[in-house]
């Protein structure tokens, strides 16, 4: 039944009723017919043996049985369905009748009337035909002088009745046709549309969700009501009607509550099927706009994806997550890297099977710890990467699910080797300031004795003639005396940063100053100094005497970088919107190698031979400009951009990479100087 | 569900069945037609003929003389059969020819009987109470005509040339006042036969006449038909002798005594006698003569001098 074609069903249901109506009303016609034209019939048959019997009356008194025979025959002719007539005397003997070739006798028994009824009705079988048997009496006042008897075909009744009968089977019959073809014109347009709404719906399972399964609506609503609201949600949108735009459909504007009234409705709206195409527009509308939203979200939720994976991708820290199992369930590019493989290919890896056994990381106690405790676990620990020894800093954060238990640890690890050893040079500064202090108080002790030794010694040589062997010696303990004092004023110059005395100083002219006094002995070992100073003349605020002391030692570190001479390039740059003036003094010397570059500002380290230096230059350098407020640094080689110019006379000199000494100091805001700046 | 559906189509499709059976189930009786035989009318029993002379209808006639008849053959012990001519000759020529004993007919056919040897024995009491009975002359309440003189030029309808009270004895009267047949525009006679009495006072009431001639009593037998104030008596001629008994020429004078005997027996003060008495339109039966019907006779003779042959 599910199989047949729904337009076979409609048109075969309409053809049963209109067959079931036909049948029932042929029927019903039928029998009510044969029921009326019966009595009808019968009636009749009555009133003709009655009216027979009133006439009968005077020919039976009067024995004429002439005018008897007449009657009969009267009326068996003008009946044409009167099969016989007969009338009988009060002795039931036959006065006359219809019949030729003798009376059938079995007739009189048939039916008999008895005394004091009005009628008999019986129906005869003669083998033939089926007769109504009328007996009637013939009375006068309360006496019966006489019967009648007469006899209608029952058959002939019937033969009327399929004669009525015929035209009503007739009319049924094209009336089942018409039916038929009008069912099935009916059902077919019926399972058109539907089978369009089919073909829509199959389109919204395939992804059009843009088929138009409804009509257009005959007439736009604001052109009914003649709206200018272009705001509201159904302005200007022609494809559907405006109760199914979102924002119209509960509150009418004119204020009616319900669209059932509206015009727009009267004239838009159609029956149950066009409502269902609309209800699926409207769905596939919905369905459009949710799935723009969902897939608006999913960019969303992608482009955040991306940014966490390109943050978590960029961090140079191992992030990985893990399971009880130690299984790896996301990491991050830099540790996938670290394990030589693909992200991808080390998700869902066990991580103890990827890292090397006793790997400090390698720690499947500590997941179980992780596990139980659901604590932060934070340690350092020293690892051999590479053949080096790195120190990480790792961090094991339990990840509840929604349930609240722990279903993994996120694990991040950084290498802070280099953090470390900032701290080992903090601690050495520390250190090295404590041995300063030290330092300065033995120098200090020591200066007042060194100063009786020079002294005596002195005192002795004046004591001492000429010629005496013992003034060589005299002077020997004269001179390493001296340089002990100098070792002992640099002692104290280091350990005295904090006493300088600060004045606003102008930076050139102390340059300058140095510059002038070294320049001629430093052009004798072929070392040339070039200038390029800000011509703005920057004020700062200093200890001109260190800050000689500095330039100087700067000046002679590099001459002494160039053995077999060069250039220095001298430059000072204001720096006004950093509040800063800057000097740079680039070499052409030999450079620093890059082990030494990391310790040139430590005390007491010193490249050059034993007697050459105290090793204490750099370090006092370091102190006098930090206890201005500013910087120094070194490069080297030399950056291209600041590597001093070649003199056009100095091409024989040998040019090595160079050092450039980079010095920051902050300009004196507290003078009026620097609002002539 | 479905199946519920397809049960009430089947039981809507069966439904006119059950109307088809219905119509079917008149049974029949078997009779078989080819059993045939001439019939033929068992012969008359002997009996005494009694006629009512047919101014009424036979239905009428048997109706008013049946407990009559019954009564005289308790009465006498004698079979006695109504007989029923259909007009006022056939009446007479059928005691002519032997076949009714007792007549029961007016004054006028009596003296046709009589000539042909009938002779009366007795004769009735009108309802009236009289042995007599009157011609009344009827016209229309609203009509011009006020005496018999007015009916000259008029139409005139009359219940039959043999009637004594619907004819002869109106005629009588017209004449004694002058009028004769031939002064009327029309002289017409009711269509017969039975009912002549009513249909020549219809026949007025409806204006097809302008004077019809009745005998005494029938206004009353139509009170309940027409409105009689419509109809006015013009004039009532004076009265004969009623209606008479004779019997035959030939019959037994012996039964017709024990006839006349259980005749005069009847008594309208007993009720089983005035059931009988008023049934048959009388009050009584009372012992007659020949000579009684003179004055009809003579009336007769009358008018058969002026009439110009409308008379019989």
């Keep these: 039944m599910d199989k047949i074609r729904f337009s076979t069903k409609i048109g075969l249901g309409t053809s049963l009723i209109v067959l079931l109506a036909a049948v029932l009303l042929t029927f019903t016609f039928s029998v009510l017919g044969t029921r009326i034209l019966v009595d009808e019939s019968k009636k009749h048959g009555?009133?003709?043996?009655?009216?027979?019997?009133?006439?009968?009356?005077?020919?039976?008194?009067?024995?004429?049985?002439?005018?008897?025979k007449d009657l009969v025959d009267a009326v068996r002719n003008v009946g044409s369905n009167v099969v016989y007539s007969f009338v009988q005397d009060e002795a039931g003997n036959v006065l006359a009748h219809t019949f030729s070739n003798g009376f059938p006798v079995d007739l009189l028994k048939a039916n008999i009337l008895p005394p004091d009824q009005k009628l008999s009705i019986r129906l005869l079988n003669n083998g033939q035909i089926l007769i109504y048997d009328f007996a009637v009496p013939v009375r006068i006042g309360q006496s019966r002088i006489g019967t009648v008897r007469l006899g209608l075909s029952r058959t002939d009744i019937q033969q009327t009745i399929n004669e009525l009968l015929h035209p009503v089977l007739g009319v049924s019959l094209a009336t089942l046709i018409v039916a038929v073809f009008l069912g099935s014109l009916f059902a077919s347009r019926i399972t058109r549309r539907i089978n369009d709404l089919r073909a829509h719906a199959e389109a919204l399972v395939t992804g059009d969700l843009m088929a138009q399964a409804a009509p257009k609506p005959t007439a736009n609503c604001w052109e009914i009501l003649n709206c200018k609201l272009e705001e509201c949600a159904a302005y200007g949108d022609d494809t559907r009607p405006c109760w199914h735009t979102a924002g119209t459909r509960s509150k009418m504007r004119n204020g009616t509550t319900s669209c059932s009234r509206c015009p727009v409705y009267l004239t838009n709206s159609g029956d149950e099927i066009q409502d269902l195409a609309e209800t699926f527009d409207y769905l596939a509308l919905t369905l459009r706009l949710h799935l723009e939203e969902l897939y608006e979200a999913e960019k969303a939720m992608a482009r955040q994806q991306e940014l966490l994976r390109t943050v978590l991708d960029s961090t140079p820290d191992h992030v990985c997550l893990l399971d009880r199992q130690g299984t790896i369930l996301a990491l991050n590019r830099a540790y996938a890297e670290f394990l030589g493989l693909s992200p991808t290919e080390a998700v869902g890896k066990p991580e103890e099977t990827l890292l090397p056994e006793g790997d400090p990381l390698n720690d499947r106690s500590m997941l179980e710890v992780m596990f139980r405790s659901g604590r932060i676990v934070n340690r350092e620990v020293q690892v051999v990467r590479n053949n080096r020894r790195l120190w990480l800093h790792v961090i094991r954060v339990p990840v509840r699910g929604a349930s609240g238990n722990i279903t993994s640890v996120l694990r991040t690890t950084r290498d802070i080797t280099e953090l470390k050893s900032y701290q080992v040079q903090l601690i050495q500064s520390q250190k090295m300031e404590s041995l300063g202090t030290m330092a300065g108080g033995v120098a200090h002790e020591i200066n007042t004795p060194l100063g009786i030794i020079l002294g005596y010694a002195q005192l002795l040589l004046e004591d001492l003639p000429d010629g005496n062997p013992m003034r060589d010696d005299l002077r020997i303990i004269e001179k390493q005396t001296q340089v002990c004092k100098r070792i002992v004023a640099g002692l104290l110059d280091f350990s005295r940063q904090g006493e300088s005395e600060m004045q606003g100083m102008c930076f050139n002219n102390s340059i300058m100053e140095v510059i002038t006094l070294i320049r001629h002995p430093f052009e004798l070992e072929r070392v040339y100094i070039v200038t390029d100073l800000d011509d703005r003349m920057p004020v700062i605020n200093g200890n001109p005497e260190q800050l000689k002391q500095v330039w100087v030692n700067l000046f002679t570190n590099a001459r002494d970088a160039m053995p077999g001479g060069g250039v220095i390039h001298v430059r000072s740059r204001l720096m006004r919107d950093d509040g800063i003036v800057q000097l740079c003094i680039a070499d052409t010397g030999t450079g620093i190698s890059p082990g030494d570059i990391t310790q040139i500002f430590d005390p007491f380290f010193s490249t050059k031979g034993v007697d050459e230096g105290t090793g204490l230059g750099l370090s006092i350098s370091f102190g006098i400009i930090e206890s201005h407020g500013g910087s120094i640094v070194v490069d080297s080689p030399v950056p291209l951009e600041d590597y001093p110019q070649k003199p056009a006379d100095q091409d024989d000199i040998d040019y090595g990479p160079g050092t450039l000494f980079t010095v920051r100091l902050p300009l004196d805001c507290s003078g009026d100087d620097?609002?002539?700046? | 569900m479905r199946f519920k559906v397809i049960y009430f189509m089947w039981a809507l499709l069966l439904l006119p069945l059950s109307f088809w059976g219905c119509s079917n189930e008149e049974d029949s009786i078997r009779v078989d037609f080819s059993k045939r035989a001439e019939m033929t009318v068992p012969v008359q029993k002997d009996a005494i003929t009694y006629a009512y002379l047919p101014q009424y209808s036979h239905a009428i006639s048997y109706g008013r003389h049946k407990l009559l008849i019954e009564y005289l053959s308790k009465a006498t012990g004698m079979a006695f059969r109504q007989v029923y001519p259909n007009t006022f000759d056939e009446h007479v020529e059928m005691v002519k020819r032997g076949e009714i004993d007792i007549s029961f007919?007016?004054?006028?056919?009596?003296?046709?009987?009589?000539?042909?040897g009938a002779r009366a024995f007795?004769?009735?009491?009108?309802?009236?109470?009289?042995?007599?009975?009157?011609?009344?002359?009827?016209?229309?309440?609203?009509?011009?005509?006020?005496?018999?003189l007015d009916c000259r030029g008029k139409r005139w309808i009359a219940v039959d040339r043999s009637s004594a009270g619907g004819f002869l004895y109106p005629l009588g009267m017209f004449l004694e006042n002058g009028v004769t047949p031939k002064d009327f525009s029309d002289i017409e006679f009711a269509p017969g036969p039975g009912g002549k009495q009513e249909k020549v006072v219809l026949a007025v009431f409806a204006g097809a006449f302008d004077v019809g001639s009745i005998r005494q009593g029938t206004l009353d037998l139509l009170k309940d038909k027409i409105d009689l104030d419509r109809i006015r008596v013009l004039q009532r001629t004076r009265p004969y002798p009623s209606w008479v008994y004779s019997h035959r020429k030939g019959f037994s004078e012996e039964q017709a005594k024990r006839i006349a005997g259980a005749m005069f027996a009847l008594d309208i003060r007993r009720p089983d006698d005035a059931v009988i008495l008023n049934t048959a339109g009388m009050r009584g039966i009372i012992p007659a003569k020949d000579e009684d019907y003179d004055p009809v006779r003579r009336l007769v003779d009358r008018i058969r001098e002026q009439d110009g042959g409308l008379m019989p």
């Excluded at chain 2, 007016?106 to 000539?115: D, F, G, M």
């Design chain 2, 122 to 148: 007795a004769r009735i009491v009108e309802p009236s109470g009289k042995p007599t009975f009157s011609g009344e002359i009827i016209c229309r309440a609203d009509s011009p005509i006020k005496t018999l």
């Design chain 1, 674 to 677: 620097l609002e002539s700046l």
């Design chain 1, 46 to 68: 009555r009133v003709q043996a009655e009216n027979l019997a009133l006439r009968a009356v005077d020919p039976i008194l009067s024995a004429d049985f002439l005018q008897l």
């Design chain 2, 105 to 116: 007919s007016n004054p006028l056919i009596y003296l046709r009987l009589a000539k042909l």
